[in-house]
């Protein structure tokens, strides 16, 4: 058994990773991606499956990869292959650090793009560069906005070097730093474009949409969906929150932490439908219109509102920082593993990952105009990161470390790290163990096309199979019940 590690860096406030969890929580996904989601499955049916799938996937997931990142302080690669060796496995377990950070790498490569979408629009916005007639004149804007390689590299690249020079700074200095007003200014921001659409029309109509629950809306796809989100929106498996719970000192519990973190994540995905919706059917628009709600809908809403051109500037400065918060969390895990493992200053290893990335993101970049056509198996390169990563990387991640702690490690580790009361600790346990990992076979069984999931009239199957697989797995390696006889 290898002594537990000492901390080298942490944060210093009492906020500090709170802060810096939520602001790599809560970025493009909540408030780009989970409205356009909401609205394509459904409403209220899809929020509902989307918080369970948050409570009882991503909270326990979330909780492991703090317990991994703490109890190995160091970067994800470090970290998972510290708490295999406490528990005399082999190093071989850290694939799964290394899947964790290839994964946050790729997704920031594309992350930039969109992040850089926002920025072009922000200045769209306040150079009256959004004026249009129709959903039409909009997404005209839209494209040609993405036809040009040069200016959408450059929103891309401003992306990458305000991220890197916010990480190169260090975790104190640079992330705790920055996240303690960029935080709260983003929920600030939020908060004026609430009260706003609480008094100019389509508030209760947004309301009822997001929150009235009708049975019928239920869909496979969309409980797919959720989970997958759910990964998403919590930064899983991407070695963000591994990377940021190095940083976490001894005595905060990550239970507590890990609750706060999901559900201030969960509330701005709310507040967000709150702030967009209500503009969408004030001017009576389908709020199913996919990913360029925000991009084409939106707009077009504003600017038919009163303070609509004041409004705009509003929402993509908010929309922008939410953005940069959760680049800064993808690159940390990288930029870890080069100064832990090369010996690179902050700086250095901030500045040649941020080279790489900009390679990769140029590429991705190139996916929206010039490389249009250069694609494999009909996905563009933008496509298949996305695919690749949320299909793929993030799911098998998930699935490697919950298996991992709830068979594989030693249990005092965990139960040392998350200091629960037996119940707790055994819910806790059932979950890595059985459910989470049932929902994530569910999302490649279907990602693999194998098998159509029909959740709506196969939902006993799956129970029954849950409840088989769990006696099981408990009568080979009787954990759980452990929890209970002491
Ligand atoms: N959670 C962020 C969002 O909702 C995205 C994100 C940040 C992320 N860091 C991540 C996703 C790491 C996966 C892994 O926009």
Known sequence: MTARQQPKNLWIGRWGFVLAATGSAVGLGNIWKFPYMTGEYGGG???????????????????????????????????????????????IWSGFGWMSMLAGFMILSFYVVVAGWSLAYLWKALSGGLQGGSVDDMAAIFGANN???????????????????????????????????????????????????????????????LFSFEVGKLSSAGLLAAMGHAFFTLSLSAGAIM??????????????????????????????????FPAIFANGMDPASGPGLIFMSLPLAFQQMPMGSVLQVIFFVMLSVAALTSAVSMIEATVAWLTERKGMSRKAAAWSSGIVLWLLSTLAMLSFNLGADWTLAGKNFFDWLDYLTSRWMMPLGGLGLCLMAGFLLRDEIFRDEL?????????????????????????????????????????PWFLAALVVITVLGEMLSPRVKQQFTG
């Open 45 to 91: 049916a899809f929020v509902l499956v989307y918080l369970a799938c948050i409570l009882c996937i991503g909270i326990p997931a979330m909780m492991t990869e703090i317990a991994f990142g703490r109890r190995g302080r160091g970067s994800p690669i470090d970290a998972v292959k510290r708490v295999a060796q406490e528990s005399g496995r082999g190093k």
């Open 419 to 459: 200091r629960l009361a037996r119940w707790q600790h055994a819910l806790w346990l059932l979950m890595v163990r059985y459910v989470s990992p049932l929902g994530i076979v569910l999302i490649f069984i279907d990602a693999l096309g194998v098998m159509s999931i029909d959740i709506g009239s196969q939902w």
């Open 147 to 209: 036809a040009n390689p040069l200016s959408l590299g450059a929103w891309s690249t401003l992306v990458t070097v305000v991220t890197m020079c916010i990480v190169g700074k260090g975790v104190q200095e640079g992330i705790e730093r920055n996240m303690r007003w960029m935080m709260p200014g983003m929920v600030l921001l939020l908060l004026v474009m609430i009260v706003y659409a609480m008094f100019s029309g389509g508030f209760g109509e947004a309301v009822t949409f």
């Open 243 to 276: 990377a940021y719970g190095a940083y976490l000192p001894d005595n905060k519990s990550i239970a507590r932490t890990t609750f706060t973190v999901a559900i201030c994540d969960t509330l701005i995905a709310l507040m967000a439908g709150l702030a967009i």
